[in-house]
């Protein structure tokens, strides 16, 4: 199966698997389903979800694997420190950082090595993780909503790769305009 099929096949088999789940515990206010939607909610984390699956495209190699692991591990983290009261500075500026500075990665088809790529991603992984935790609903489960925001940000990222891997070789320049529409958001998002 290729790319852009296996990445819309766990779209949608995540997307039925949970709809049922979500519903299964009645008086909850959110769970898995809430969790696996919320981030589509923000153009800000659906951007910067994406982006970083197509930059992992551009870098190549274990990139493409590594860069989204280490986000969402990252985001994991940043998700169980807010939800135990324990922010980053900054907040909504590092999110917003994160669309301005991945965007113009891809934008320029920026290469580094694998582990620094990682550690970038990851450093703004933990403010979009944060965001998730403090914006958990109020009496959701914090484990079944985690559990739903990470299957859908691993959805996203390899929606992004395979975006990615296919724009390279079909249409490299729509890997640009891309990286640089996310700036662009990130640029609105600054002057707001």
């Known amino acids: 199966m290729n790319e852009p099929r296996r990445s819309l ?10 709809s049922g789940a979500a519903q299964a515990h009645p008086g909850h206010a959110g769970g898995l389903g ?8 923000g153009l800000d984390h659906l951007l910067t979800i994406i982006v ?5 495209a551009q870098l190549g190699g274990r ?4 860069v989204p692991l280490g986000f969402v591990s990252m985001m994991t983290l940043g998700a169980a420190l807010a939800l135990g009261g324990i922010l980053p500075p900054a907040l909504d500026a590092g999110i917003t950082l994160s669309l301005l500075v991945l965007g113009l990665l891809v934008a320029f088809a920026r290469r580094m090595p694998s582990a620094v790529a990682t550690a970038l991603a990851a450093a703004f992984a933990l403010f979009h993780g944060a965001a998730h935790g403090i914006e958990l ?3 959701a489960d914090p484990r079944w909503y985690s559990l739903g925001f990470i299957i859908a940000t691993l ?3 390899g929606l992004g790769v395979a975006l990615g891997a296919f724009a ?3 249409l490299p320049i729509a890997t640009r305009m891309a990286g640089a529409a996310t700036a662009g958001a990130g640029v609105a998002l600054l002057m707001t």
């Open 9 to 18: 096949a766990c779209l949608l088999s995540a997307l039925l698997l949970f």
């Open 34 to 41: 809430p969790g696996f939607a919320h981030p589509f909610s």
């Open 52 to 56: 970083v699956g197509i930059w992992a």
């Open 63 to 66: 990139a493409r694997w590594v």
């Open 137 to 139: 609903p109020y009496l």
């Open 155 to 157: 959805c996203l990222h």
């Open 168 to 170: 390279q070789r079909h």
